[in-house]
């Protein structure tokens, strides 16, 4: 038997490629190869945005109403304050679309296309038509193109014909865009980009799907358009009490202008959009890429991730350790000296791998192989006839000509190479001992088998040869060194973790004992998942922590019982057999590295280095960006609510001086509050123990029951403050703009201090104020500076309608502030001395 070396054979380079001055005139000709144009982006669009806020319409309409009333310093404020939110808001947004732009450049997708003579990688809508497109397993076609060199390229063509069973090409055959490379590689000739591809003609475009929104984006816009029909009922309730009483409308519309503005929070989406964006540029800096930043929300509330263990929880590539002699049913070391009969299995499993192999464990193969003998490494092995990797579990054979004699080599499942082989029943019992034996100390096994063809035409079926068992290979793959500390710490954060593999149950559970899997003992095979009932499935998925000898549909299925249970599913995967369960997942992880590019377009996230301990960093941001917006909106909601009863009550209670505050004031807290709200908030660091907290139920919301609850109860101390000055001052007979003086500066110290307060729900401010957060200080010295200029110079005074006042009036304005959200303090220390006992 023939023991030569096989080359290993590269494409016929392929021609040159295009120019750089032949593919700006193809792009000027066809355009790029994008199946949709962006209806709008941009600096104008984001203006356009701003200008319909309801914030910027009520500020035009006040706007207008000074001028009315002839008061045309108040108007012109009201101007510059206008430009002032209309420039916040369009540096938020177009900070957001920044980050949002290096996050789509991230994870476009690119295309190894040769021009100019040199072979480099580009992005897929930079591909013009006659580029020479290179495309292998597990990679999207960017365009449509006919074959012009190929190896055994199949493609699956299942999202234009239905059909799932991948369709073998020949040289020639035209290739269409979104379709998927199934098995091996080719190069293409581009023969249509974007619009004019099939694709883009029957509007298949994926980038055309809306995506559906998210639980908190739904709970915000409903939060939200609530507070927009208040305020729309309060404006017309303010306004008809106004006008009853002065006869004035233009007057009394701008008094009920002024309640509007101080219901409606147009912060919280501005914050929220801000939030999300910022928080997925932040994972991208730290080997995050996320394809929606809506991903970043769901992150904390993953409670179980199911992950792949070759190349995530074990280290990336493979070697040959250990080879089975089925001749002389004996176990050889490698590397090391190979006997006649335990070399054909080497040399034979070379044969079954691809001529250019970008499989772990192929390239493991052929480096054994080159290894053992590389003087005969170059010796030529032209493959006659392929049968891809097929069947359940799978197998592979390559017909190839050596020497002038034909060969034909199989590899794959051990079940699948014993079941064609059909060895005595001891001789199988044998085999499956020592594959047990192997599995059980971790490595991964194949098994190798040789057949001669019985004439010039091959069979249908690769099964249908007279195969003979060779022996088995036995590739090692040990656990990555931080293995075991990610799974703790997943643990610690109260996520389970379940490993899916298509390895042997034996290798898997010898990975999961070595990783400190919790449950490595419980098992359940592919099969065994197909075989369950749903409910039964579901049942048993919850409570397996090693999945063994999984295939695509087994895959999905488990993803899909454990959702109907009620867990958030993250999915680990890198290849194309991974991209339905990836797809299924509430949150999909592709490898960056080493996953396919369908597996990269399935999922939600993309670990750039491959490492799983990066979706541990995933989870804590996510976990903490949520917590941050969950402080940012209580704090528009606490602040909100003095500004409304300032406002309200003193004209429906019938007090002396009823409108003290007019849209002056209002936007000056409007300036204040939306950068705490976005920025300052955004910029506040993960508090203690977040990562040892269980995960929050994806659907949980914070805008109803007891947090809002105490979110309001914050409001109404804080406008018992502001009240209790206001009608203190009144009592005491001041003159109104001394009233209106005294119970803005409460006002705006109740905002700082709350700003402070609300920094952690859980720790005292003497905790919080030793965290760093330079840009909240900031905030905090500005809206200071701002009060103080707003008191002190005569300018702003007048402006505002204020009055120089005594310092101990001020400390008094301080000491209400003071109790009004102090009493927080007291809350916090009782709800954590009742958790200590």
Same mark, same amino acid.
């Given at each position: 038997m023939p023991t030569t070396l096989l080359e290993t054979p590269t494409f016929a380079p392929p021609p040159a490629g295009l120019t750089d001055e032949a593919v700006s005139a193809a792009r000027a000709a066809h355009g790029r190869n994008v199946l949709t144009t962006a209806t709008h982006s941009g600096l104008l669009a984001t203006l356009r945005d701003v200008v319909t806020e309801p914030m910027f319409l009520l500020l035009l309409a006040a706007c207008a109403v000074y001028l009315v009333l002839g008061e045309v310093a108040e108007a012109v404020t009201l101007g510059v304050a206008l430009l002032a939110v209309a420039g916040i808001s369009v540096y938020q947004q177009l900070r957001s679309d920044r980050a949002l732009g290096a996050l789509r450049e991230l994870t476009q997708p690119r295309a190894q296309v040769r021009r100019n003579g040199v072979v480099a990688a580009v992005l897929v809508e930079d591909l013009v038509m006659g580029d020479a497109v290179l495309v292998a397993?597990?990679?999207r076609l960017p365009a449509d193109g006919t074959v012009t060199e190929l190896s055994d390229f199949s493609v699956d063509e299942a999202i234009l014909t239905g059909e799932a069973v991948p369709v073998a090409k020949a040289v020639g055959d035209p290739v269409f865009a979104g379709t998927s490379t199934a098995a091996g590689s080719a190069w293409l000739t581009v023969t249509a980009v974007g619009a004019g591809t099939k694709l883009g003609r029957i509007g298949?475009?994926?980038a055309a799907i809306i995506p559906e929104k998210t639980p908190l984006q739904r709970q915000v816009s409903q939060f939200v358009l609530r507070m927009a029909w208040v305020g729309a009922g309060a404006f017309a309730l303010v306004w008809g009490v106004n006008y009853?009483?002065?006869g004035d409308w233009v007057t009394a519309l701008l008094f009920g202008l002024t309640l509007a503005m101080s219901i409606l929070p147009e912060e919280i989406p501005v914050a929220f959009s801000s939030f999300m964006a910022l928080g997925a540029a932040r994972l991208s800096r730290l080997g995050v890429l996320t394809k929606q930043p809506q991903t970043v929300e769901s992150l904390g509330s993953a409670t179980v991730i199911c992950a792949d263990k070759t190349g995530t929880l074990t280290q990336e590539g493979m070697r040959v350790a250990q080879l089975y002699d089925g001749a002389a049913a004996r176990l050889v070391p490698v590397p090391g000296p190979l006997s006649p009969t335990a070399a054909p299995v080497l040399v034979y499993a070379r044969w079954a791998s691809e001529t250019e192999p970008f499989d772990a464990m192929e390239k493991a193969i052929v480096a054994a192989f080159t290894a053992a003998d590389p003087a005969q490494a170059a010796a030529p092995a032209p493959m006659l006839h392929e049968y891809p990797l097929a069947g359940t579990p799978p197998m592979m054979t390559h017909v190839r000509s050596v020497n002038g004699e034909t060969h034909v080599a199989g590899k794959g499942a051990v079940e699948h190479i014993l079941a064609v082989c059909r060895p005595a029943p001891a001789v199988a019992e044998e085999i499956r001992r020592v594959v047990r034996e192997l599995s059980g100390q971790g490595y991964r096994v194949l098994g190798v088998a040789q057949a001669t063809p019985a004439g010039p035409d091959f069979p249908a079926s690769?099964?249908?040869? +007279?195969?003979?068992?060779?022996g088995l290979i036995a590739l090692e793959n040990p656990p990555k060194a931080n293995a075991a500390a990610v799974i703790q710490a997943f643990l610690a954060a109260g996520i389970q973790v379940k490993m899916i593999t298509g390895d042997f149950p034996e290798t898997a559970q010898a990975i999961a004992r070595q990783v400190s899997l919790p449950g490595a003992d419980s098992l359940l095979t592919g099969q065994q998942v197909m075989d369950l009932p749903a409910a039964e499935l579901q049942l048993r998925a919850a409570a397996t922590a090693v999945f063994a000898r999984m295939f695509p549909e087994a895959k999905l299925?488990?993803?899909?019982?454990?959702? +109907?249970?009620?867990?958030v599913v993250a999915m680990t995967g890198d290849g194309v057999n991974d991209g339905p369960a990836l797809k299924a997942a509430h949150i999909g992880v592709a490898m960056g590295r080493r996953g396919t590019e369908v597996a990269r377009q399935a999922a939600s996230l993309v670990l750039v280095d491959d490492d799983l301990a990066s979706m541990v960093t995933a989870i804590a941001q996510g976990r903490r960006i949520y917590q941050n917006f969950k402080k940012a909106v209580f704090y528009v909601i606490s602040i909100h609510i003095p500004i409304v009863l300032t406002v309200a009550v003193p004209l429906l209670a019938g007090w002396q001086f009823a409108n003290l505050f007019s849209p002056v004031h209002i936007i000056f807290l409007e300036l204040v509050m939306g950068p705490t709200c976005s920025i300052a908030f955004e910029n506040e660091p993960a508090?203690?123990?977040?990562m040892r907290q269980p995960p929050r139920p994806l659907t949980a919301t914070f805008l109803a029951g007891a947090e809002l609850g105490r979110s309001?109860?914050?409001?109404?101390?804080?406008?018992?403050?502001?009240?209790?000055?206001?009608y203190g001052a009144m009592q005491q007979g001041l003159p109104e703009a001394a009233v209106r003086t005294l119970a803005f500066a409460t006002l705006v110290g109740s905002n700082i201090l709350l700003t402070l307060v609300n920094r952690s729900f859980t720790q005292s401010v003497w905790q919080t104020l030793?965290?760093?957060?330079?840009?909240l200080w900031l905030m905090l010295g500005l809206t200071l500076a701002l009060l103080l200029i707003a008191l002190q110079v005569p300018a702003a005074r007048q402006l505002f309608g204020f009055v120089p006042v005594p310092a101990w009036w001020l400390g008094w304005c301080l000491l209400a502030a003071l109790v009004g959200v102090g009493w927080v303090e007291v809350y916090k220390a009782m709800v954590g001395q009742r958790n200590k006992l």
């Amino acid at each position: 038997m023939p023991t030569t070396l096989l080359e290993t054979p590269t494409f016929a380079p392929p021609p040159a490629g295009l120019t750089d001055e032949a593919v700006s005139a193809a792009r000027a000709a066809h355009g790029r190869n994008v199946l949709t144009t962006a209806t709008h982006s941009g600096l104008l669009a984001t203006l356009r945005d701003v200008v319909t806020e309801p914030m910027f319409l009520l500020l035009l309409a006040a706007c207008a109403v000074y001028l009315v009333l002839g008061e045309v310093a108040e108007a012109v404020t009201l101007g510059v304050a206008l430009l002032a939110v209309a420039g916040i808001s369009v540096y938020q947004q177009l900070r957001s679309d920044r980050a949002l732009g290096a996050l789509r450049e991230l994870t476009q997708p690119r295309a190894q296309v040769r021009r100019n003579g040199v072979v480099a990688a580009v992005l897929v809508e930079d591909l013009v038509m006659g580029d020479a497109v290179l495309v292998a397993e597990g990679s999207r076609l960017p365009a449509d193109g006919t074959v012009t060199e190929l190896s055994d390229f199949s493609v699956d063509e299942a999202i234009l014909t239905g059909e799932a069973v991948p369709v073998a090409k020949a040289v020639g055959d035209p290739v269409f865009a979104g379709t998927s490379t199934a098995a091996g590689s080719a190069w293409l000739t581009v023969t249509a980009v974007g619009a004019g591809t099939k694709l883009g003609r029957i509007g298949q475009s994926m980038a055309a799907i809306i995506p559906e929104k998210t639980p908190l984006q739904r709970q915000v816009s409903q939060f939200v358009l609530r507070m927009a029909w208040v305020g729309a009922g309060a404006f017309a309730l303010v306004w008809g009490v106004n006008y009853a009483k002065s006869g004035d409308w233009v007057t009394a519309l701008l008094f009920g202008l002024t309640l509007a503005m101080s219901i409606l929070p147009e912060e919280i989406p501005v914050a929220f959009s801000s939030f999300m964006a910022l928080g997925a540029a932040r994972l991208s800096r730290l080997g995050v890429l996320t394809k929606q930043p809506q991903t970043v929300e769901s992150l904390g509330s993953a409670t179980v991730i199911c992950a792949d263990k070759t190349g995530t929880l074990t280290q990336e590539g493979m070697r040959v350790a250990q080879l089975y002699d089925g001749a002389a049913a004996r176990l050889v070391p490698v590397p090391g000296p190979l006997s006649p009969t335990a070399a054909p299995v080497l040399v034979y499993a070379r044969w079954a791998s691809e001529t250019e192999p970008f499989d772990a464990m192929e390239k493991a193969i052929v480096a054994a192989f080159t290894a053992a003998d590389p003087a005969q490494a170059a010796a030529p092995a032209p493959m006659l006839h392929e049968y891809p990797l097929a069947g359940t579990p799978p197998m592979m054979t390559h017909v190839r000509s050596v020497n002038g004699e034909t060969h034909v080599a199989g590899k794959g499942a051990v079940e699948h190479i014993l079941a064609v082989c059909r060895p005595a029943p001891a001789v199988a019992e044998e085999i499956r001992r020592v594959v047990r034996e192997l599995s059980g100390q971790g490595y991964r096994v194949l098994g190798v088998a040789q057949a001669t063809p019985a004439g010039p035409d091959f069979p249908a079926s690769q099964d249908d040869f +007279a195969w003979e068992f060779l022996g088995l290979i036995a590739l090692e793959n040990p656990p990555k060194a931080n293995a075991a500390a990610v799974i703790q710490a997943f643990l610690a954060a109260g996520i389970q973790v379940k490993m899916i593999t298509g390895d042997f149950p034996e290798t898997a559970q010898a990975i999961a004992r070595q990783v400190s899997l919790p449950g490595a003992d419980s098992l359940l095979t592919g099969q065994q998942v197909m075989d369950l009932p749903a409910a039964e499935l579901q049942l048993r998925a919850a409570a397996t922590a090693v999945f063994a000898r999984m295939f695509p549909e087994a895959k999905l299925r488990v993803v899909e019982a454990l959702k +109907a249970t009620g867990e958030v599913v993250a999915m680990t995967g890198d290849g194309v057999n991974d991209g339905p369960a990836l797809k299924a997942a509430h949150i999909g992880v592709a490898m960056g590295r080493r996953g396919t590019e369908v597996a990269r377009q399935a999922a939600s996230l993309v670990l750039v280095d491959d490492d799983l301990a990066s979706m541990v960093t995933a989870i804590a941001q996510g976990r903490r960006i949520y917590q941050n917006f969950k402080k940012a909106v209580f704090y528009v909601i606490s602040i909100h609510i003095p500004i409304v009863l300032t406002v309200a009550v003193p004209l429906l209670a019938g007090w002396q001086f009823a409108n003290l505050f007019s849209p002056v004031h209002i936007i000056f807290l409007e300036l204040v509050m939306g950068p705490t709200c976005s920025i300052a908030f955004e910029n506040e660091p993960a508090e203690l123990g977040q990562m040892r907290q269980p995960p929050r139920p994806l659907t949980a919301t914070f805008l109803a029951g007891a947090e809002l609850g105490r979110s309001l109860a914050q409001g109404l101390g804080i406008a018992a403050a502001v009240l209790g000055v206001y009608y203190g001052a009144m009592q005491q007979g001041l003159p109104e703009a001394a009233v209106r003086t005294l119970a803005f500066a409460t006002l705006v110290g109740s905002n700082i201090l709350l700003t402070l307060v609300n920094r952690s729900f859980t720790q005292s401010v003497w905790q919080t104020l030793r965290v760093r957060n330079r840009v909240l200080w900031l905030m905090l010295g500005l809206t200071l500076a701002l009060l103080l200029i707003a008191l002190q110079v005569p300018a702003a005074r007048q402006l505002f309608g204020f009055v120089p006042v005594p310092a101990w009036w001020l400390g008094w304005c301080l000491l209400a502030a003071l109790v009004g959200v102090g009493w927080v303090e007291v809350y916090k220390a009782m709800v954590g001395q009742r958790n200590k006992l």
